[in-house]
């Protein structure tokens, strides 16, 4: 077990793992688009499909390249001393946990409208990287939540979301209350 | 002589009181606009057209015109300080100068980018001045061939900026066509890669994707080195260049001037290309090859003079075809069909103040962009004095709201933090995001023209070649592919030469141990 441990952590180090993913997933999409039946198309003519195909095979055969590249890379340091304490790219769970807000805040949008969307989103970012003075955060995420709102609505007039139910009613109370409509 | 006293004419109505507020005002728009990532100056011309409705049409071109030249430019207030292009075009800029502000010169850069910017504007100002007719029989030549053979170019030129990591730039090229056609395709309406998502028949917008690629995967790569920005950006203004300096760069601006104009009068080019292939030849040419993307002023003031070098000359197939070669120009042609009028060839007859108005509103606009850029850039550097939770925070709730904005659908929103990941996956693996980018711009373009050509020609691919005018373009895309990587294929060469000859030397007596 510790054998097989210690060669998956040499494949990881060697960053073969990204290419053979891409090698994989270009090879998926290119067999959905070759089995795809082109519509309209006359024999012989260049079809709607003959471009993604076209830019498919040469993503897979980039892509299977760097794997041979790589795999030759990591046999090569086969006799070398292995690197045992490869560490995970640093800041790798913070990185998962910003995703997850800006996805939360993506799904807010629609239900909760952008102003309340955004104040929460505002909030919750600035204590999540540790900028958690209470005056402070509170003003920025009002005022960075006013100033953009003024700025779509008033001047570039881009139509945001008011969310739903309840919020909504309430996101369109405080529109009039400043004087947004 | 004759287009001397037009233009003194034309000079003469720009500088009308409320003719010159419109176009400072246009240009202070456009500068805003295009520094602030997901916004882009293209929303700002296609809002600022209701607007030039009740404006009479000299008073609206020269105000769509500052939003459009100031757009260009503002853009690189973006890439340079913080290493987002505000518009696609000014991707190249971020190449040397970011790296410029975090060795502390963002002032210079600044103030070489505006320089450039004005240089590069001007030149192609005066061009269209003085060339829009000769060029537009030249243009009249060019078929679909010709132009899949423009874009075949542009793709190419990736190669040139590769900068080492060629493999990975071609495969970040490659996906970024794979990105690009999906959706519906542009001649047969049939859906590719769209899984049955309605939403995706649509495509994906090259705006949601440069957003995320490069904005989200920058808050993100900031989340990963423990909120820490690498080097405290010092000063707040924009250093002007000085005499010595504009001279040292006078090469760069020279060849990127004329890179910028020639691409921006080919309709569907447009500034990104433009941009794109100035830095390739710059980067080929210059004495400091190795060191682009440390922060080089040629590797900045090259991009910059291109990019703004392109507007004028695109509006030449406006005015003189009716052909919009850009989204800029497409709500140009909009202004103008509104006010009755219609470009061609007999514009110059018809409404000749009007055209040279137009020429006079570029020349001067390309002045006040560089005050607008002065102050916007003062603002936009007084940015980076914020906490970098609050600047991060602030960058993720706009890049969002642009990516909503392209067809407010939530959608969209999770494509862009989807591109998000996959430009910081990308960072990680040492793969470069804008050839991805490039792709996705130019991919729809090429495939488009391709398809026509082959309807037109029988299907048959030596069209390419027969045509002369394709057959000299795709030669020179041969040319520019095997002069790019020539400097790599000879050091391989040596490399292979010092093997063999290491592997054939006779053992010395000292290898022999006697």
Avoid at chain 2, 128 to 137: K, V
Avoid at chain 2, 139 to 168: C, D, H, K, N, Y
Wanted: glycine content about 12%.
């Amino acid at each position: 077990m510790a054998g097989i441990g210690r060669h998956w952590r040499r494949i990881v180090s060697s960053g073969l793992c990204g290419p053979v993913a891409g090698t994989l997933v270009s090879l998926l999409l290119l067999y959905h688009v070759s089995t795809a039946q082109a519509v309209g198309v006359p024999p012989g003519a260049y079809g709607p499909l003959s471009w993604p195909l076209f830019a498919l095979i040469l993503l897979a055969a980039g892509m299977g390249l760097l794997c041979a590249f790589r795999a030759r890379e990591l046999l090569r340091r086969g006799s070398a001393p292995f690197d045992a304490d490869r560490q995970p790219a640093p800041g790798t769970a913070r990185v998962v946990l910003a995703i997850g807000l800006i996805a939360l805040y993506g799904a807010a949008f629609v239900y909760a409208g952008f102003l309340f969307a955004t104040l929460a989103f505002l909030a919750a970012w600035l204590a999540f990287t540790h900028y958690r003075r209470p005056l402070a955060l509170t003003l920025v995420s009002v005022l960075g939540t006013l100033a953009p709102l003024y700025l779509l609505t008033k001047v570039v007039h881009m139509p945001l979301p008011r969310g739903v139910g309840v919020l909504e009613l309430a996101t369109i109370q405080l529109y009039q209350w400043l004087r947004l409509f | 002589m004759e287009v001397f006293s037009h233009l003194a004419i034309g000079l003469g109505n720009v500088f009308g009181p409320w003719t010159f507020a419109l176009m400072l005002l246009g240009t202070f728009v456009g500068v805003v606009a295009g520094a602030l990532p997901g916004i882009s100056f293209v929303n700002a011309m296609v809002l600022a057209l209701p607007f030039t409705y009740v404006m009479a049409p000299a008073q609206a071109m020269v105000f769509l015109t500052g939003i459009y030249v100031g757009g260009i430019f503002g853009g690189s207030i973006s890439s340079i300080l913080i290493n987002i292009p505000g518009v696609p075009s000014s991707m190249p800029s971020a190449w040397d100068g970011y790296p410029m502000t975090r060795k502390g010169l963002a002032a210079k850069a600044l103030g070489i980018a505006v320089t450039c910017s004005a240089v590069g504007g001007t030149f192609s100002g005066l061009l269209m001045t003085f060339g829009s007719q000769p060029f537009a029989r030249f243009a009249l030549r060019f078929g679909s061939p010709e132009f899949f053979a423009a874009t075949v170019l542009g793709l190419v030129s990736i190669v040139a900026i590769a900068q080492g990591r060629m493999l990975a730039s071609i495969i970040s090229l490659f996906a970024g066509l794979v990105v690009g056609a999906v959706g519906l395709d542009p001649m047969y309406g049939q859906p590719r890669l769209t899984f049955g998502s309605e939403l995706l028949e649509s495509g994906i917008d090259f705006v949601v994707v440069l957003v995320g690629m490069f904005a989200i995967s920058e808050v993100l790569w900031w989340v990963a080195e423990g909120g820490k920005k690498a080097e405290v950006v010092s000063g707040t203004h924009t250093r002007m260049p000085t005499l010595g300096e504009i001279y040292r760069l006078k090469g760069t601006m020279a060849r990127s001037s004329v890179i910028g104009s020639v691409i921006g009068a080919i309709p569907g080019a447009g500034a990104v290309v433009g941009a794109v292939i100035a830095y390739g030849v710059e980067r080929q040419v210059s004495a400091r090859r190795e060191e682009f993307g440390t922060g080089v002023e040629e590797g900045l003031a090259a991009p910059e003079t291109a990019n703004n070098a392109t507007t004028g000359t695109a509006t030449i197939p406006l005015l003189t075809l009716g052909i919009p070669g850009s989204a800029a120009t497409a709500i140009m042609l909009a202004s103008l069909t509104v006010h009755g009028i219609q470009p061609g060839p007999a514009l110059f007859l018809s409404s000749t103040e009007l055209v040279y108005t137009i020429f006079a509103g570029y020349l001067v606009a390309n002045v006040l962009m560089i005050f607008a850029g002065l102050i916007v850039a003062r603002g936009f550097a007084t940015l980076m004095q914020i906490p970098e939770p609050v600047l991060f925070g602030f960058i993720s709730v706009l890049c969002l709201v642009g990516a909503f904005g392209v067809r407010n659908n939530v959608s969209d929103v999770f494509i862009c933090l989807g591109f998000g990941m996959l430009g910081y996956a990308f960072r990680r693996m040492d793969i470069p995001v804008a050839p991805l980018i490039l792709g996705v711009i130019l991919g729809p373009l090429a495939e488009r023209y391709f398809l026509t050509s082959m309807m037109s020609h029988g299907n048959q691919l030596s069209v390419f070649l027969t045509r002369p005018l394709s057959a000299s373009i795709l030669a020179l895309a041969a040319a520019f592919l095997l002069w790019s990587l020539w400097p790599e294929l000879r050091g391989w060469l040596a490399q292979r030469t010092a093997g063999n000859l290491a592997r054939r030397r006779p053992a010395s007596r000292a290898d022999r141990g006697t």
